[in-house]
């Protein structure tokens, strides 16, 4: 077989990829190693920059996500019964959007089926040949069937477990890591949400996030210990600890109900340099992982997308490799402001095993601030909501 850009990985980023070069008349084959419902299972993302919807907008894919996503002007920021507000419209004029990544992921793969797009899922033994060479090819097994296919380009998109990055080779990559001591467990339910706007609550016993899908689906994390497993956490557990972590008056109102998901995230901060060897490009989750604190890894790997295709594009328009020369500065000068906002904001609103009081302190004297500071909550809004591509 043989192919223009051959994308490993069909989670939203190299599904977005995928879209959009098909509207501009570039091929594309997408392997994914597991089933469509598989990746439709998994709940992660709520939170989309405009960046994000304006590539939605470009790949012909954004009419559900108009009609049923929920327009948020602002957050809410929680400490013990304390609450304050950041206004993301009068901040920034921009507000975000609430639509979940198994929607996006969904609306992706629905194009794809239209346009007859080519995705091979349950591929297994990906492997990718000649990435520093101008003929590179990928090769992979469905059912047992050997299968090979030539191209221009390949695009890693194939998440932190994927194989792209490990392609590359261990001495001309650097990683930088940070893992915390922590993780999400996460809830759906079908229930109302307890608040309009997200609360973002830092509580003497740990974080917590008040999150939603829609009108009468709620999504609600807590900070659990690394050693937790989800079915350690019954429903009433989850629902009990929740109420102690956010202000008395949401407490009051919180409806519960039975879960229809519970999983558990580690934290971790990521980076791998460079994000290209040769013809192979890593884009989102297979180049750099963020804690999910401020909402910002589906943002981060549409912003790969975009310089990505934008670079691609301009090759395959015009012959000019500047675009896909310059891909994995331009990506990286963004994802290190992504990296460094959520390692903050996690920082600021997690309770550490290793915390002295004086540690407590400065976190205390870091909200007290921004809840005062206008220029602190303008810093906050502006990257919230997405620095500019
Ligand atoms: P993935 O979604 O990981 O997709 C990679 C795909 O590649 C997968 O489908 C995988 O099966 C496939 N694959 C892997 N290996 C291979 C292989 N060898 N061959 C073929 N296919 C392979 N981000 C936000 O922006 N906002 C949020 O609100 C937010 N909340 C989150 C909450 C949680 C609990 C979690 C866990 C994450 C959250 N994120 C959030 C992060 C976001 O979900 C990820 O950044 C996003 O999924 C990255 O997309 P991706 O396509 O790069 O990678
Ligand atoms: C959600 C997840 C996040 O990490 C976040 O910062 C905001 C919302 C969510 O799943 O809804």
């Known amino acids: 077989m043989q192919t223009q850009v051959v994308i490993v990985g069909g989670g939203p980023s190299g599904l977005l990829l995928s879209q959009l070069l098909h509207v501009r008349g570039i091929d594309s084959i997408v392997l994914e190693r597991k089933t469509k419902d598989y990746v439709l299972g998994r709940i992660r993302a709520g939170v989309l920059e405009q960046g994000l919807l304006g590539l939605m907008a470009e790949a012909g894919v954004d009419a559900r996500m108009k009609a049923e996503g929920l327009r948020h002007d602002g957050t809410l920021i929680s400490y013990g019964d304390e609450t304050f507000r950041i206004d993301f419209a009068k901040l920034t004029g921009t507000p975000v959007m609430v639509y979940g990544q198994t929607e996006v992921t969904r609306d992706l793969y629905a194009a794809r089926e239209a346009a007859d797009g080519v995705i091979e899922f349950n591929v297994e033994n990906v492997a990718i040949h000649g990435a ?76 917590a996030l008040c999150s939603m899908r829609n009108d009468n689906l709620s999504r609600y994390y807590i900070q659990c210990s690394m050693s937790d497993r989800p079915k350690d956490w019954t429903d009433e557990a989850f629902w009990q600890e929740l109420k102690r972590r956010i202000p008395r008056d949401r407490a009051e109102q919180l409806v519960t109900g039975p879960s229809i998901e519970k999983s558990i995230a580690p934290l971790r901060s990521f980076v791998t340099e460079p994000m290209r060897w040769g013809r192979l490009f890593l884009c989102g989750d297979a180049a750099h992982i963020v804690p999910p604190t401020g909402a910002k890894g589906l943002n981060t790997a549409a912003s790969d997308v975009h310089y990505l295709y934008t670079g691609l594009r301009q090759f395959y328009e015009t012959g000019n490799s500047e675009g896909i020369d310059s891909y994995s500065d331009r990506a990286l000068a963004r994802v290190w402001k992504a990296e460094r906002f959520s390692w903050w904001f996690s920082s600021l609103m997690h309770r550490y095993p290793d915390q002295s009081p004086f540690d407590l302190r400065m976190q205390q004297a870091e909200l007290a601030f921004l809840r005062s500071n206008a220029a602190a909550q303008q810093a906050m809004a502006e990257n919230y909501v997405g620095l500019p591509y």
């Open 132 to 207: 520093d060479t101008d003929t590179p090819s990928v090769t992979y097994e469905v059912g047992g069937d050997a299968r090979r296919i030539d191209c221009d380009f390949v695009a890693g998109c194939d998440g932190f477990h994927g194989v792209s990055r490990q392609t590359i080779p261990l001495d001309l990559r650097t990683e930088y890591e940070k893992v915390y001591p922590f993780g999400w467990l996460g809830i759906l339910s079908e229930t109302p949400p307890v608040s309009h706007e997200l609360i973002y609550a830092n509580s003497e016993r740990g974080f």
